[in-house]
């Protein structure tokens, strides 16, 4: 069973700043498989990042993906307000899909 | 527009049996991986199980023999029969579609509140 691991736990940022999220794999995944997803208080996730560093349709710029084998990186550039929410990465290389326990961005 | 709409959520005791549905709109379940996903209250979210485009199912351990996916073809529905109910499976249950070309859970439902208590 691949666990997926995130960090920080929770972030604090001020809008425009920077945001860097980690997600480690406990053994190798394809990128392929490897996605970001954003959720708000009430709402579904929706996917923000496929194959590691793809932006699903509709996703802004300010957002990037990268990494490889076990080390994996969600990028967001110039935080707005809208930004803040929880992020979470998944592997669907093998079952159980898991998801990792999440990262939290908040307004500092 | 494509979409996905759960309901059949409640309330049920320990040890009892629910079904929740997933029907969807703008393509068809049966040429799609179809996957359940969970959130327990505050907590992060639990892949439960997929169906895939042949009708291979798969469970997480947590829930494997105690719950079931289905679809119905017809009715473009895919559901979620759950039994054996325990406290620990209360939580939102999203349907979501897993796209093969992005290789990632593209469409959500808005979920459905399953609360297991007596």
């Known amino acids: 069973e691949i666990v997926l691991t995130q960090s920080p736990g929770t972030l604090s940022l001020s809008p425009g700043e920077r945001a860097t999220l980690s997600c480690r794999a406990s053994?190798?995944?394809?990128?392929?498989?490897l996605a970001w997803y954003q959720q708000k208080p009430g709402q579904a996730p929706r996917l923000l990042i496929y194959?590691?560093?793809s932006r699903a349709t509709g996703i802004p710029d300010k957002f990037s993906g990268s990494g490889s084998g076990t080390d994996f990186t969600l990028t967001i550039s110039r935080l707005e307000p809208e930004d803040f929410a929880v992020y979470y990465c998944?592997?669907?290389?093998?079952?159980?899909?898991?998801f990792g326990q999440g990262t939290k961005l908040e307004i500092k | 527009e494509v979409q996905l709409a759960e309901s059949g959520g409640g309330l049920i005791q320990p040890g009892g049996s629910l079904r929740v549905s997933c029907v969807a709109a703008?393509?068809?379940?049966?040429?799609?991986?179809m996957s359940w996903v969970r959130q327990a209250p505050g907590k992060g979210l639990e892949w439960v199980s997929v169906?895939?485009?042949?009708?291979?199912?798969d469970y997480a351990d947590s829930v494997r023999g105690r719950f079931t996916i289905s679809r119905d073809n017809p009715k473009n529905t895919v559901y979620l029969q759950m039994s054996s109910l325990r406290a620990e499976d209360t939580a939102v249950y999203y349907c979501?579609?897993?796209?093969?070309?992005?290789?990632?859970?593209?469409?959500w439902g808005q979920g459905t509140m399953v609360t297991v208590s007596s």
């Open positions: 703008g393509f068809t379940v049966s040429g799609n991986y």
């Open positions: 169906m895939h485009s042949g009708g291979t199912t």
């Open positions: 998944q592997q669907y290389v093998s079952s159980p899909y898991s």
């Open positions: 053994q190798s995944v394809t990128s392929t498989y």
């Open positions: 979501a579609r897993w796209d093969s070309g992005n290789r990632a859970l593209d469409i």
């Open positions: 194959g590691a560093s």
